[in-house]
T-cell receptor, first 117, second 112 residues
Framework: AQKVTQAQTEISVVEKEDVTLDCVYETRDTTYYLFWYKQPPSGELVFLIRRNSFDEQNEISGRYSWNFQKSTSSFNFTITASQVVDSAVYFC??????????????FGIGTKLQVIP | DGGITQSPKYLFRKEGQNVTLSCEQN?????MYWYRQDPGQGLRLIYY???????QKGDIAEGYSVSREKKESFPLTVTSAQKNPTAFYLCASSMASNYGYTFGSGTRLTVV
């Protein structure tokens, strides 16, 4: 069975601070994919990034960066110089094979980030 | 613009009634999904469909039913057998589950 743990349920930071959202996963698959999604107050989840299990290079996209470490089964997400618009719930997710041969995505419970002006 | 449309945005159901949530996509995606979101529990998979006329139960399928008669449409029926249906329901689609999902804006269902 696969599992995604987001231990931080809520985080508050002051605008312009850096913040890291943690994600730890469990899977028996050798090939899998990891994702991060953002859910603003409007409710719709927005795809941020996908990473496959063979690519451990860190990625940076503007103020966002992701640190994938297979050795610790972690896929952490850092926002640099946070802004009020970053306030949202962030979900980490893992895609792997089910026993029936279908791909299945498991989501963490989410981390609610509040950026205070 | 391509995307997923969920309707209605808010839905109220009396106990004992069945209700159907609509999900339509124009992204030409093969796979579609229904998730339920409750506070503190993240997203839980109800049903998913990889191709037309085929669908599989997710982790919490009891009390729900779906159909996939067209590629574009994946409606979810919440039946009276679902004992605690009040939740936020999200529909998603993807080229395949290894790709990122595109989500709809959700339907908030409340039992009155």
């Amino acid at each position: 069975a696969q599992k995604v743990t987001q231990a931080q349920t809520e985080i508050s930071v002051v605008e312009k601070e850096d913040v890291t959202l943690d994600c730890v996963y469990e899977t028996r698959d050798t090939t899998y994919y990891l994702f991060w999604y953002k859910q603003p107050p409007s409710g719709e989840l927005v795809f941020l990034i996908r990473r496959n299990s063979f690519d451990e290079q860190n990625e940076i996209s503007g103020r966002y960066s992701w640190n994938f470490q297979k050795s610790t089964s972690s896929f952490n997400f850092t926002i640099t110089a946070s802004q009020v618009v970053d306030s949202a719930v962030y979900f980490c997710a893992l895609s792997g094979l089910t026993s029936g041969g279908y791909q299945k995505v498991t989501f963490g419970i989410g981390t609610k980030l509040q950026v205070i002006p | 613009d391509g995307g997923i449309t969920q309707s209605p945005k808010y839905l109220f159901r009396k106990e004992g009634q069945n209700v159907t949530l609509s999900c339509e996509q124009n992204l030409n995606h093969d796979a579609m999904y229904w998730y339920r979101q409750d506070p503190g529990q993240g997203l839980r998979l109800i049903y998913y469909s990889q191709i037309v006329n085929d669908f599989q139960k997710g982790d919490i399928a009891e009390g729900y039913s779906v159909s996939r008669e067209k590629k574009e449409s994946f409606p979810l029926t919440v039946t009276s057998a679902q004992k605690n249906p009040t939740a936020f329901y999200l529909c998603a689609s993807s080229m395949a589950s290894n790709y990122g999902y595109t989500f709809g804006s959700g339907t908030r269902l409340t039992v009155v």
